[in-house]
């Protein structure tokens, strides 16, 4: 009778043990995915830059080879998270034959990943050169979104226009440079100096 006792404590006892190795197996498992999604989510909020360029230009060209726009500043700062980069003092310049020529700077800019979308910010200016069929054109804001694919121009901030004699202000503005569609949305004043003879 004692040696069924003392086989089935030992049954017990072997059972007790498993299944504490068990929970403590468990526990140990549990607690390597713990650090391993912690670790994960430290890696998702990474807010370090992972390069940056000196004294760069970037030059896009059209599907044939023709150059289109050209992007240069003093640095590019590549940001993984968000996968954009940071441009101190940039210059947009527009390169199209078939368009009038644009000089766009600025103290800095964020373009995104391919830079199809430009975000020109803090004493950005803009320029256009005298045509044939068009005076000189000047504008001054603070901010400016930049589409450069498709040459149109967009903010909601006040701007500043030059444009020949006459002297443009308002808030918020599209232009779209292939179309040379222009509107200003809000505050508008103009005003017209005469021309020195």
């Not at 526990?27 to 990474?46: F, H, K, N, P, Y």
């Not at 500043?160 to 002297?167: C, M, P």
């Amino acid at each position: 009778m004692s040696n069924a006792r003392s086989t089935n404590r030992l049954r017990l006892l072997i059972l007790i043990v498993l299944s504490a190795a068990m929970a403590l197996g468990s526990l140990w498992v549990l607690e390597i995915m713990r650090r391993g999604s912690d670790s994960g989510a430290t890696e998702a909020v990474r807010t370090d830059p992972d390069y940056f360029v000196e004294k760069f230009n970037f030059v896009r060209t059209s599907k044939v080879g023709q150059a289109r726009y050209a992007i240069s500043g003093a640095k590019l700062t590549h940001f993984p998270n968000e996968d954009n980069y940071e441009i101190v003092l940039p210059i947009l310049k527009s390169l199209s034959v078939d368009r009038p020529s644009i000089t766009m700077h600025a103290q800095r800019a964020i373009a995104n990943s391919d830079a199809s979308q430009v975000q020109m910010i803090d004493d950005v200016h803009i320029d256009r050169p005298e045509s044939k069929t068009a005076p000189h054109f000047h504008l001054k804001s603070e901010y400016v979104l930049i589409f450069p694919d498709d040459d149109i121009i967009q903010t909601d901030k006040a701007v500043d226009i030059t444009q020949g004699t006459t002297e443009i202000t308002g808030e918020g503005m599209y232009a779209n440079n292939a179309t040379l569609n222009f509107t200003l949305f809000h505050d508008v004043h103009a005003t017209v100096r005469q021309q020195k003879h």
